[in-house]
């Protein structure tokens, strides 16, 4: 898995937040264009609304699915240092989840009622929404006291870990960077004394 990839697998409104890993000259955006937008879409996919997923992004969808992020950002990073998430987060979540409003919609498969959640909006102002319901999900959740950032010092991901010894965002990423570094620590000391 290489770092330009987004890191899938975790609650949604983690994958989110997880769309801005740290690099050398900073944090990047891995939802920087409409396109990089489609792609994470397309691979949260089981997770979303299939109007959103099967739509185009353009540059305007983009601004509430970063102002989304930031605001559940500010509220899981508050919750990991043990302090109360900001109140601006939480109304902006809030307000993003108003702005579509799901609407169950009835209709009829021939042999029973259904009913299917739709918004309706611009297609950033619907996935903001769907993605501010997701963070809620997670803020509300009881397991966000099991919250986690990965151990790694270049690393700014989020994580909630389903094993209590969990200490990397991904084995892959993370904790094999980790290990390589220990085994070169270990088979040449005077090397990493230097380091």
Same mark, same amino acid.
């Given at each position: 898995?290489?770092?330009?990839?987004?890191? !899938?697998?975790?609650?949604?409104?983690?994958?989110?937040?997880? !769309?801005?890993?740290?690099?050398?000259?900073?944090?990047?955006?891995?939802?920087? !264009?409409? $396109?990089?937008? *489609? $792609?994470?879409?397309?691979?949260?996919?089981?997770?979303?609304?299939?109007?959103? %997923?099967?739509?185009?992004?353009? $540059?305007? =969808?983009?601004?509430?699915?970063? *102002?989304?992020?930031?605001?559940?950002?500010?509220?899981?990073?508050?919750?990991?240092?043990? !302090?109360?998430?900001?109140?601006?987060?939480? $109304?902006?979540? %809030?307000?993003?989840?108003?702005a579509a409003p799901p609407v169950r919609e009835l209709g009829w498969d021939g042999t029973a009622v259904t009913a299917t959640?739709?918004?309706?909006?611009?297609?950033?102002?619907?996935? /903001?929404?769907?993605?501010?319901?997701?963070?809620?999900?997670?803020? %509300?959740?009881?397991?966000?006291?099991?919250?986690?950032?990965?151990?790694?010092? =270049?690393?700014?991901?989020?994580?909630?870990? *389903?094993?209590?010894?969990?200490?990397?965002?991904?084995?892959?990423?993370?904790?094999?960077? /980790?290990?390589?570094?220990?085994?070169?620590?270990?088979?040449n000391p005077a090397d990493a004394s230097r380091a």
């Amino acid at each position: 898995m290489a770092d330009s990839e987004p890191l !899938t697998g975790e609650a949604l409104a983690l994958d989110l937040i997880n !769309t801005r890993p740290l690099r050398g000259d900073g944090r990047a955006d891995l939802l920087d !264009t409409p $396109r990089q937008l *489609s $792609r994470w879409l397309a691979l949260e996919a089981d997770r979303l609304q299939e109007d959103v %997923t099967a739509a185009a992004p353009t $540059r305007d =969808d983009l601004l509430p699915v970063h *102002s989304v992020r930031e605001h559940t950002e500010a509220a899981v990073r508050a919750l990991l240092n043990k !302090t109360a998430p900001p109140a601006s987060a939480l $109304r902006e979540l %809030t307000e993003a989840q108003r702005a579509a409003p799901p609407v169950r919609e009835l209709g009829w498969d021939g042999t029973a009622v259904t009913a299917t959640a739709h918004r309706s909006g611009p297609l950033g102002i619907r996935l /903001a929404a769907e993605l501010a319901e997701a963070a809620v999900d997670l803020l %509300t959740d009881p397991s966000i006291g099991r919250l986690r950032e990965c151990e790694a010092g =270049d690393c700014v991901m989020v994580f909630l870990p *389903s094993h209590p010894r969990r200490r990397w965002c991904s084995p892959i990423r993370c904790g094999n960077r /980790a290990r390589v570094a220990r085994y070169y620590r270990r088979h040449n000391p005077a090397d990493a004394s230097r380091a």
